[in-house]
């Protein structure tokens, strides 16, 4: 964990702190909860919403708060060693998810049944192809000579904020999989609100590291 800053109130430093941690947790029960429920390997599809969580619930969560000024679980490795971190992370995400979709589409011609007809279905394709271009896109960071005529800082705010809007498609992508007739009819009452309430808690946490990181990059060069 990072040490705090010297004008940083308290206050502020401690919520900022306990709100990472939860956010470690809650990324880390949800996905628990989807693997309990789906018992990976009792059949094709069972491997979709395993897949699914672990990457955009827990590999993508934990990657982004690599750099969490309050709760980093590395907080006092290097930046750059982070960037690696992070990388590695990511590029599980990316492999977790595109497995995932393979195993639903397979399912899917399996059963005969069509494609994309949900706009879970939709935004899940979408999410899986932002996901991909973003990682791809990540090696100019990894390799700065891969984009020359971009400054280093311009392609970390790029990369920053296509990252958020990758986050929040991939929490939308989890929360309407909650509304899907499998996990309905396998989750009702309070516990279904429990559920949507992880990946919303933890897309509120990583919006406010994101942005607050960036506001604070332009009010230091005021």
Excluded: D
């Excluded at 628990?32 to 990457?55: C, D, Y």
């Excluded at 006092?76 to 595109?98: D, E, M, N, P």
């Excluded at 986050?167 to 309905?184: D, E, M, P």
């Amino acid at each position: 964990m990072s040490t705090r800053h010297e004008s940083e109130p308290k206050l502020y430093y401690y919520t900022r702190t306990m709100c990472g941690i939860c956010t470690h947790v809650t990324c880390a029960v949800f996905t628990g909860f989807i693997t309990v429920l789906s018992k990976p390997g009792s059949s094709l599809f069972s491997w979709h919403p395993f897949l699914m969580s672990l990457a955009f619930s827990f590999f993508m969560t934990e990657a982004i708060l690599l750099f969490n000024p309050h709760s980093s679980p590395v907080g006092k490795l290097k930046h750059k060693t982070k960037g690696r971190l992070h990388w590695i992370l990511q590029c599980l995400c990316v492999f977790c998810a595109i497995v995932g979709l393979i195993a639903i589409a397979y399912n899917k011609n399996l059963n005969e049944k069509p494609h994309f007809t949900s706009w879970h279905g939709l935004i899940g394709l979408v999410t899986v192809i932002v996901v991909v271009l973003q990682s791809l896109g990540a090696l100019s960071l990894l390799y700065p000579k891969l984009a020359k005529g971009w400054s280093l800082a311009k392609l970390k705010r790029y990369h920053a904020t296509s990252g958020l809007l990758t986050y929040l498609l991939g929490s939308i992508s989890l929360l309407l999989g909650l509304c899907t007739a499998w996990f309905s009819s396998n989750v009702s009452g309070y516990v279904w609100y429990l559920a949507a309430l992880c990946p919303t808690l933890c897309a509120l946490v990583i919006m406010s590291q994101v942005t607050n990181a960036y506001m604070a990059k332009k009010r230091q060069q005021y």
